[in-house]
């Protein structure tokens, strides 16, 4: 069995870039992953959502992968969320504290709305 | 038009000088609007002996003095002084321009000026004795403020817990001096199971010394992580932070790494106090020579290497527990310390005696001059070949061989990036007939997937030649999926929980998730380490399966 690779398209919305992502988050993500997210940062987002519903497979180099997307996201001040995550993913995002770090939500249109809200209230951290 | 002089500054002895006199200089005559700038009086202008002999409002014009206050009073357009005495210190000026009416001051406006004077002269007082006061009580608050940020910081970056080694037994000791210096340790885990240590200690004191540690320490930590020896980690870390650590500061540091299995403890050192090594034959020194880190760039560090038997224990320390001064002003002193370690019989920790003895020689009033840092290592007398971890409390029914185990599949993987899938799939399927759950199954997978990438990556460092062997075993209680590597033999390190908060500030890498995310997804995991493989057992336990199990 050879591992999938992983694909991601990013969607550009007002204040938000979606980045979609399709197959496994592994050591073979990691070039695919900073460019997508490159490509996210590009328009001055100021939230990047993560979009995880296509996603079967997370490892612990996926995670690590996560958090310096995390890491980025905290030193260039944008929000960084995920969306469309397992039951399962959920309860690792859990055991690793990631989220405390980072919303998580059922699926994208309750990120957005979500999202909607805190723009409304105040301002990205 | 009345102006008072009124620039003071805070003294040293808190006192008010002469030198520190200013006026206000008046520059629009006829006006209400007066703009004024400070006018120094030198301490030995000739005008301030006038003034203290002649108290009293003195015309400008009839005074001739050869005083630069005096030319500058003159050029600004001042007619009448009344000096401001207080207990026999000159402490401000009462100025006045011309009048209004352009006559002249009368006896009545001097008499009535020389009176202000007098109850304004010890008011004046008063207000610089509070200002100074309280500049003074900011100025503490500012050094206490600056202390509780600079504890934070090294509290932050100290190590929360020790080491847990098979075989080994870690102590460390940390007690910040009222200034806090800059010392630090640290422990490095590697995934091949060996234990980095490093201790230090940045010259200066309170939060310049603190950040130079932190960054130091993120320094050495990058290096270390990066695979290198330990004289080249030093190499690289003094190369990186010589441009940027202040002038006149540096740090010593000394950095070892142990194999926990062979006792191999290889280290250098950048000029920090030498090791103790305590062994059957005596107590010798841990040398090897290098400069301090940040004092010039391309320097080399020595490597040396000993190998510690069992029974043998080493002491890291900082110079504040040897240059400890008693109330006589002798050294606690290094023949002291060798002494010390020299007669030591193993009776009671070795942090324990050193502090003890350290208290008898200060006495109770002692006001620590420096950072006391130890960190001491021994290796257990029963230190074996192979070790067993449990990572929880075993149980004493669940071990292979105690109950009667069925093997459900075996299974080899060829350690190639990606095969972990392949395995965690066919493991799936191996236990479908056991009904679990749906999210105990999908923990059970992770865990596998994780701990046949460590074996493939770690133990047989991705040769394909290398496979990693799988059995699921089954027994009334349990299920087991054992997952064995042909590593060397160095036993894997107890999973720690992983620091998110120093990773997500890029102090850390950000992995070293595997062994921690395992050891959370099945009830119990066994390393099992011996010359030739490491062996982890995921237990599942099935009793109440179907299904409230306790990690569910």
Known sequence: MTAKSLEAQVRHQPRVAIIDLHGEINAFAEDVLNKAYAEAESRRAEVILLNFSDVDYINSTGIALIVSLLARARKSKRRLLACGLSDHYVEIFQITRLVDFMSVFPDEKSALAEEGRASITSSPE | MVTIMQRFQKMRSGRAKREDLAIQKTSEKRSSKVETSPIDIAPNDPIVAYFLSSPGATEIDKLHLDSPALRAIKLAGIKVVIPLISQGELVGLLNLGPRMSEQDYSTYDRTLLNDLATQAAPALRVAQLVREQRSQALERERIEQELRVARLIQKTLLPQELPSLPGWHLESYYQPARAVGGDFYDFLYFEDGRLGILIGDVTDKGVPAALVMATTR????????????PGKVLEQTNNLLHPDIPPNMFVTCLYAILDPLSGQLQYANAGHDLPYWRHKGGLSELRATGMPLGLMPGMAYEEKEAILAPGDSVLLYSDGLVEAHNTKRDMFGFPRLMALLGEYKGNMPVIDLLLGQLAEFTGSEWEQEDDVTLVTLRRSESSGESEIITMSTPHID????DEDWRVLTEMSIASEPGNERQAME????????????????EKLKTAVAEAT??????????QPDKPVTIQVLVSQAALMVRIRDQGNGKPIAEPHTP?????LAELQSPRGWGLFLIKNLVDDVHVISDEHHHTLELILYLEGDNHDSKKS
């Open chain 2, 499 to 503: 620091d998110l908060e120093a990773k």
């Open chain 2, 398 to 401: 669940e071990k292979p061989g």
């Open chain 2, 426 to 441: 066919q493991v799936g399927q191996a236990v479908r007939a056991l009904n679990l759950p749906e999210r105990r199954l």
């Open chain 2, 218 to 229: 993120s320094i050495l930590r990058s290096n270390a992580y990066g695979a290198l020896s």
């Open chain 2, 453 to 462: 990438m460590n074996a493939m990556e770690h133990g047989n460092k991705y």
